[in-house]
């Protein structure tokens, strides 16, 4: 039997976080934080041989 694994991963913060505003009906873009949050989480994957 195959092993499926499933990866969830939250988005970085995103400006309206930052500014305690909370929305599902706009895409906000991602603060600088939530940028570098992005990036660690991406190299994270990467590291631990995630092909996505």
Same mark, same amino acid.
Request: glycine share 0%; charged share 25%; no cysteine.
């Given at each position: 039997m195959a092993v499926t694994k499933l990866v969830l991963v939250r988005h970085g913060e995103s400006q309206w976080n930052k500014e305690n505003r909370f929305t599902g009906w706009y895409d906000v873009d991602l603060s600088e934080k939530g940028v570098s949050e !992005?990036? !660690? !989480?991406g190299k994270l994957l990467k590291e631990e041989g995630y092909r996505l």
């Open positions: !992005a990036k !660690a !989480a």
